[in-house]
């Protein structure tokens, strides 16, 4: 039978700076270019064909082992609706250096152009942040594909950058980012994030970074072509209301992280520490303070600690959590996933 499995760290190597704090979090390598740790991976790295694959602590690749034992580890219920994909990318991300200006592609424009039937709907959960800090979300005016085009294809990173709306961001702070809105992060900031699980970037800017964006920064298809599925448009008041939520790591309950909107995508919710319960499902929980167990319904009881990430199979049942608090992360439930876009 799947059992719950504590996760070995899996940081890589990335083309921009950052990883200590992932190391000093997960036991892992730290910095001074291993940025992310892609977490309960079954999606590799654009391009490549193991990079990102997360392992057991056999060794063994959790892609393969789902493939072998799926209805185990994601319930009938999940594969009748999705196969034997998880639904869902989880990484932390620990810039040195804020990140390029970039998009995710829609669902539409991932089936017509790159003939895959996810795009990559991401959000973020600031796990820390130094005082001021801030991510850009959407540009603040209304732009235009023959605005954009020649600012991108000029090189003007600053430009591009200015035309961001930048919000400030406190720990606990979490946002929802569809697919088609430019974005980056700032220096210095952690974030836990989730995705839908593929790993298409598309390149707005990249002045300063460890990485080619005139050849490797539109999927091969040319900007012309990318530049279709970005949208142009800011933010209006209601998605701001509805996709940037506060406090969601200082509560003292357990709370879900995300507004409704995130609800076809992926479901995040956060555990106070106290007594919790959860359904039976597929899960990957990662402990960000203090010291407890976890009782299992079908795979008895695990002791877990800060730092700590943890796979979980449907078969394990439903469990509690004691002692433990932390972010816990799920595929989307199945009458949800229709209304992805």
């Not at 990484?91 to 039937?117: C, I, M, N, W, Y």
């Not at 430009?159 to 400030?168: G, K, T, V, W």
């Not at 980012?177 to 430019?182: F, K, L």
């Amino acid at each position: 039978m799947a059992k719950p499995e504590k996760l070995p760290p899996n940081q890589f190597d990335h083309f921009y700076k950052g990883g200590y704090k992932i190391g000093s979090l997960r036991g892992g390598p730290g910095g001074p270019m291993r940025p992310e740790e892609w977490i309960g991976s079954t999606t590799t790295r654009y391009g490549e064909t193991d990079t990102g694959l997360s392992k057991l602590s056999s060794g063994e690749l959790l892609v393969d082992v789902i493939g072998r034992e799926s209805e185990a580890w994601l319930g009938r219920e999940h594969l009748n609706t999705f196969g034997s994909s998880t639904e869902i990318l989880v990484k932390l991300l620990d810039p040195d250096q804020a990140l390029p200006v970039h998009f995710h592609p829609t669902r539409k424009f991932a089936k017509e152009h790159l003939g895959v039937s996810h795009g990559k709907t991401e959000a973020w959960i600031i796990v820390d942040a130094p005082a001021g800090a801030k991510v850009g979300l959407g540009f603040k005016k209304e732009m235009s594909k023959t605005e954009v085009l020649p600012l991108v294809a000029g090189k003007q990173s600053q430009a591009i950058i200015d035309s961001l709306e930048f919000f400030e961001v406190k720990p606990g702070d979490a946002f929802f980012v569809p697919s088609g809105i430019p974005h980056a992060i700032g220096a210095g900031i952690f974030v836990m994030e989730m995705q839908e699980p593929t790993d298409y970037s598309g390149l707005l800017e990249w002045e300063g970074f460890a990485v080619d964006g005139e050849k490797d920064g539109h999927y091969d298809l040319g900007f012309d072509i990318l530049l279709d599925d970005l949208r142009y448009s800011p933010l209006n008041k209601n998605e701001i209301e509805k996709w940037i939520t506060h406090d969601r790591l200082n509560a003292a309950t357990d709370v879900n992280i995300f507004s409704e909107s995130a609800n076809p995508y992926f479901r995040a919710n956060y555990l106070s520490g106290k007594v919790s319960s959860v359904e039976a499902g597929f899960a990957i929980f990662l402990a960000l303070s203090g010291q407890g167990r976890a009782n299992f319904e079908n795979a008895g009881e695990m002791e877990i600690s800060r730092g700590e990430a943890v796979v979980i199979p449907h078969s394990a049942g439903g469990w509690t959590l004691t002692g433990v608090g932390g972010i816990l992360t799920r595929p989307p439930l199945p009458h949800y996933a229709r209304l992805a876009q």
